[in-house]
């Protein structure tokens, strides 16, 4: 292999890092060349962010060694949760990695630079750099921090970190960002790239690491795995192929009718189309409607799932039992006060049954790895009484086997009489449902049902079709 | 978007207030008039933009008042009496709330909390110095304050001038920018390999900057100091913030509309007089005021989300 010939952008002795008892990495050895894209997969807590965490030296190594042979110049990453100021301008964001521009007149060559990298990793983006962060949808941001990893910054960059850069963005889009990473190893940078989604991981990576409780349980070149192999080196067995039928309640009456969407009970909604086109704001309206009467008086009728989990699901200062129980203190207190054995047994029985990966109900949530703290969020929400849960984009950075454990609990619930609404960037989740919406330009462009429910008829209604053809 | 017209709001509430008083007292509507109606906004307007320095990195500032205070005890007595030890005094009070910014983030203390003990020290301070009223204003500063240029009066050319350099010094330069990035997400600044209790120094330390010159600007007006002559500027300066657009979280400031939040209610405490309203009303009236503004803000914010 040519690899050996060339010094590594970075290489990783037995690293290890702990964190008090909990060893999120365990004697990890690699090493990224120029012009590599390596795939690191794992599921949920195998340590593929602790890893990360080191590489840009966000933390020491507890043990063991990282080391760049030409220095840590050019070492970029892109964060898996969003990390760009909301209240600054996209160039002025770029301006704040950017050592080299100072003094007057810097906007300019900011607003030039980041418009170049943006232009050249998703052409056709229509960012404005004058735009405060805050004004662009989720799916924009993450298009933004990306083409801030990639920009030269003074500099080349020569070694980018994606960690699960495709999760908010839309297939259209996450196909731009995969030709853009070929082109970049091919010039001679490296990429590590995170991800849950295999299909990707199999396009772009030319090798494929697999972390599992904190080792390397494979690494190889991509073209020596299939993704049968890859999945069961992870230690998950997924299902493939098409789901086997369960057996479905009979629908039963219309529960919510608004923004010409309709759902009944029992029924899994889907939202669909390509990112930003107006489902997760209508499914915002949606909960609101269903919640936000103060005469309703108790008992919940509507809960949400959050997908953007720092901004609108975890509280961060509060223990994973807290976080889950919140939902439910109302209807669980006795005489206004917290009825601790209750919560406690609730929250024990719902740790079983969703498999969060915890040896103690107490720990700060912030402990979870980010698939075990959706996890919890599920957990907090199933165990309402509510009739209605809304989900927005909920499996974002959720391992194939996670996922595959809430499809059923989602199964399960609705076949009970639980009617769901899930807004989903992903078509595999969408196939899913019952029924699905699909969005575009803000406006239900079709609704599909039962067989019609393909990736083909979802991408054809998203788009135009003088943009399909 | 919303950035641009995020100052909007604080400039027609002033243009409102502004004719509802030459409505009220035409003759207000002069060189001398507008001078008198304006020029005690000068020391607002420059610690409100002290309060914003401690806002813009999503702290707040109580001690402000108490601070200004004994800077305008500092400013009667030793700066006029001893320049050199008076501005070596000034530069410590500075440094010293540098430091005070430093000590907040490396121990990770809330800022309202320290603030509001640091609060006592500056005023036991200032009762030290100036146990009873007095002192006097340096003659330089008396003759900046009451300087008279051509055609506009030099409260209004100052509130000009503070709002320009701060603007330039928050909004266009990089150090600005960055320190707006510090109230906006800090986790991205220090990732970006910036040292965040340095630049949270910087915060401090300008806000002590705007707040000496602030002291400073009041005896230039008041010819005399008292230990208690600014305490009510703790919650003006944070009002003037506020209602100049700024956002208490988040990194959301405005110095330009922190200037015209400052104009707004020093005109506000000169309207409510003019309708003879009685001084116990007054600070009522001047809560409803800010009130009726911020009401105003978030109908226009949730019309602009709605769009």
Request: some cysteine.
């Amino acid at each position: 292999m040519s690899d050996l010939e060339r010094t590594p952008v970075v290489a990783l002795r037995d690293a290890a890092k702990h964190f008090g008892p909990v060893k999120a990495l365990n004697g990890v050895s690699l090493s990224v060349a120029p012009g590599e894209c390596l795939g690191l997969v794992g599921h949920n807590g195998a340590g593929k962010s602790t890893l990360v965490n080191l590489v840009n030296g966000t933390f020491p190594a507890s043990a063991g060694e990282v080391t760049f042979p030409d220095g840590t110049e050019g070492v970029r990453s892109v964060f898996q949760e969003l990390s760009l100021c909301p209240n600054l301008s996209v160039a002025e964001n770029l301006s704040i990695a950017h050592p080299d521009l100072k003094g007057f007149g810097w906007r300019g060559p900011a607003r030039a630079e980041i418009l170049a990298s943006l232009d050249q990793v998703f052409p056709n983006h229509g960012i404005d750099p004058d735009t405060e962060v805050d004004q662009l949808t989720i799916a924009e941001r993450q298009m933004v921090e990306i083409a801030i990893g990639f920009a030269p910054r003074g500099g080349v960059a020569r070694l980018v970190i994606l960690d699960e850069p495709t999760s908010s963005l839309d297939e259209g889009i996450a196909r731009q960002l995969l030709s853009h990473v070929k082109a970049f190893c091919a010039a001679g940078g490296a990429v590590i790239f995170i991800s849950h989604m295999l299909g990707e991981i199999f396009d772009v990576s030319s090798r494929i690491v697999v972390l599992k409780d904190g080792l390397v349980v494979a690494d190889r070149p991509a073209a020596e795995f299939d993704r049968q192999g890859l999945v069961d080196a992870m230690g998950h067995v997924a299902a493939e192929g098409p789901q086997t039928e369960t057996t479905r309640a009979a629908l039963g009456e219309v529960v919510i009718r608004a923004e010409g969407l309709e759902a009944r009970r029992g029924e899994i909604v889907g939202l669909s189309g390509l990112a930003g086109h107006g489902q997760a704001a209508a499914l915002a309206r949606l909960y609101l409607a269903q919640t936000s009467d103060w005469r309703a008086g108790r008992g919940i009728r509507a809960v949400f799932v959050a997908g953007d989990r720092p901004r609108d699901g975890v509280l961060p200062l509060w223990s994973i039992l807290r976080n889950m129980s919140v939902s439910v203190l109302g209807r669980d207190a006795k005489s206004g006060l917290v009825d601790t054995g209750a919560e406690r047994r609730l929250a024990e029985d719902w740790k079983k049954r969703i498999g969060i990966r915890t040896s103690d109900l107490t720990n700060p949530i912030l402990s979870l790895s980010g698939g075990n703290q959706q996890k919890v969020l599920f957990a907090r929400a199933l165990a309402s009484d509510a009739t209605v849960i809304v989900m927005d984009d909920p499996m974002r950075g959720v391992d194939v086997g996670t996922k595959q454990d809430v499809y059923a609990i989602v199964r399960a619930e609705a076949a009970k009489g639980r009617t769901f609404l899930w807004y989903s960037t992903e078509t595999e989740e969408v196939c899913q449902c019952d029924r699905v919406f699909v969005f575009r330009n803000g406006e239900i462009s079709a609704e599909l049902t039962g067989d019609e429910i393909t990736e083909e008829k979802i991408l054809e209604a998203s788009f135009e079709m003088q943009e399909a053809s | 978007m919303l950035a641009r017209y995020r100052i909007l709001l604080p400039v027609i509430s002033l243009a409102l207030l502004l004719c509802l008083t030459f409505w009220m007292q035409p003759r207000a509507m002069s060189y001398f008039g507008l001078n008198l109606l304006f020029n005690l906004a000068v020391p607002i307007a420059l610690a409100t933009i002290a309060q914003m320095m401690i806002i813009m990195v999503n702290d707040i500032d109580l001690s402000l008042g108490a601070f200004v205070s004994l800077v305008a005890c500092v400013t009667a007595t030793w700066l006029n009496d001893a320049p050199l030890i008076g501005v070596l005094i000034l530069l410590a009070l500075i440094a010293s709330y540098a430091a005070m910014g430093a000590v907040i983030h490396t121990l990770e203390l809330p800022a309202i909390v320290v603030t509001l003990g640091m609060s006592f020290v500056w005023g036991g301070l200032a009762l030290f110095l100036l146990p009873t009223p007095g002192g006097a204003s340096p003659g330089w500063i008396r003759a900046l304050m009451t300087v008279k240029p051509p055609l506009i009066p030099m409260a209004v050319v100052a509130a000009i001038l503070i709002a320009a350099l701060t603007h330039i010094l928050v909004i266009r330069s990089k150090i600005g920018t960055v320190l707006r990035g510090i109230g906006g997400n800090t986790r991205s600044i220090a990732r970006a390999g910036w040292n965040v209790t340095a630049l949270k120094a910087t915060a401090y330390g300008l806000s002590g900057l705007f707040g000496v010159l602030a002291g400073m600007a009041l005896v230039g007006l008041t010819t005399s100091a008292d230990a208690n002559i600014a305490l009510r500027y703790t919650l003006l300066s944070i009002a003037g913030v506020i209602l100049g657009g700024g956002e208490f979280t988040g990194g959301k400031v405005s110095p330009v509309g922190a200037v015209i939040g400052a104009l707004t209610l020093t005109l506000a405490a000169s309207f409510l007089s003019f309708l003879r309203l009685s001084p116990d009303w007054q600070i009522g009236a001047q809560g409803a005021i800010l009130i009726l503004v911020l009401t105003a803000r978030l109908l226009f914010s949730r019309k602009g989300a709605a769009t």
